[in-house]
């Protein structure tokens, strides 16, 4: 089976080709990084007709690479939320446009589920139930992945999303965007223990997070140096910040370990899967959380963290092997819960109820 894969939902324009025997044929990701730079943050309107105006070539490209044509495809899978509404639209409606063509199968795939399934792309040993830590620039979950299509969310972040606490860091050290890379490769050479910073949620039980209270503390460390922000400063508090989340995702990971096992005693695997998941601080630590616990520690390769198409058609792949297709009038959403009878986390969306522990 050969699926095309899209991805559209935020600044990536994306096209793959897949088979069912985990082949990747194709992985184009073209990002829109620099059309978004002048303006400090991703656009909206910007990264919907920048799809509009890269998405066919993408897909193009895409088909080149693998050798294929649409008459040698047997599905389609298109992102269908949650994202950028108009972002999202034009990947669906592609998808659905070379679906209708074609006559071929749609896949409106959940991002989330592209990311939770992404491990499984990767790893053929790899079977349910696993404990997925999905962490990306919008979206900090421990969900139980049960099988396709099923999913339990255990915790989440009351606040911000721990790569979004990376990128407002990283403009507050004046390092660039995407954050998260800017900040690891400026930790390379700082000492993470001149500064203090808290831990927020750490002791608490349950598995959510929270990461608000700790980009405050660092506004308040960097309004503080009496030098100014040079580039000691800048690495200390880079190396500082990367570890407090690693050790909040750590402190987070033990409770949710603890309940997913108490759930699924036949769990054998930890999976971490999301752009922060390419953290290579952060997977050292989960290995070693993993381990403790009895766990694997399985993290799809750095192409498969970050946003791409290769795990939005893999995920087609999945739901199409359990019989799972959707109409050509499937709806796109700018939110989606993998868990929809998840009830939203105690204080969220209350600032300062859940602070830092003193
Ligand atoms: O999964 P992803 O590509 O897009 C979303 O669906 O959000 O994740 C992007 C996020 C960004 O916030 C970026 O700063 C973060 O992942 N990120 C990292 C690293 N690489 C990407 N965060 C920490 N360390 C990294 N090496
Ligand atoms: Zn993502």
Not at 39 to 53: F, K, L, M, N, T
Not at 229 to 248: C, E, H, I, K, P
């Amino acid at each position: 089976m050969l699926v095309l894969g899209i991805e559209t939902s935020c600044d990536e324009t994306a096209a793959a080709l897949v088979t069912d025997g985990r082949e990747i044929c194709a992985n184009i990701v073209l990002s829109q990084l620099d059309e978004h730079a002048p303006y400090g943050g991703i656009v909206p309107e910007i990264a919907a007709r920048s799809h509009i105006e890269h998405l066919d070539g993408v897909i193009a490209r895409a088909m080149k690479e693998a050798g294929a044509e649409f008459g040698d495809l047997d599905g389609v899978a298109a992102t269908a939320g949650p994202g950028l509404i108009g972002a999202v639209m034009v990947g669906l409606m592609t998808g659905k446009a070379v679906a209708a063509v074609h006559d071929l199968p749609l896949a409106a795939v959940n991002h989330l589920e592209g990311h939770a399934l992404s491990a499984r792309l990767s790893d053929a040993d790899l079977q349910f139930p696993y404990l997925l830590l999905l962490v990306s620039g919008g979206h900090c979950q421990f969900l139980a992945v049960e099988g396709v299509a099923q999913y339990r969310r255990l915790g989440t972040t009351i606040d911000d999303a721990a790569g979004e606490a990376f990128d407002k860091a990283a403009k507050l050290l004046g390092l660039g965007y995407p954050g998260g890379p800017a900040i690891e490769r400026a930790a390379k050479d700082g000492d993470g223990a001149r500064y203090d910073l808290p831990r927020p949620l750490k002791g608490r039980k349950g598995c959510d997070f929270s990461f608000s209270g700790l980009k405050t503390a660092l506004l308040h460390k960097v309004r503080a140096l009496e030098n100014g922000l040079d580039d000691t400063a800048r690495a200390d508090l880079a190396a500082a910040f990367q570890q407090a989340v690693a050790d909040v995702v750590i402190d987070r990971g033990k409770n949710a370990i603890r309940e997913f096992l108490a759930a699924y005693p036949k769990g054998r695997a930890l999976v971490a899967a999301g752009g922060v998941a390419a953290n290579s601080l952060l997977r050292t630590r989960l290995k070693s959380l993993a381990t403790e616990n009895g766990l694997t520690l399985g993290v799809p390769p750095h192409a498969l963290c970050t946003d791409n198409a290769a795990m939005i058609a893999w995920a087609g792949i999945e739901r199409f092997g359990q019989g799972l297709v959707d109409d050509l009038d499937a709806v796109p959403r700018a939110r989606w819960p993998l868990d929809s009878t998840a009830k939203p986390p105690p204080g969220a969306g209350k600032p300062g109820k859940l602070g830092p522990k003193a």
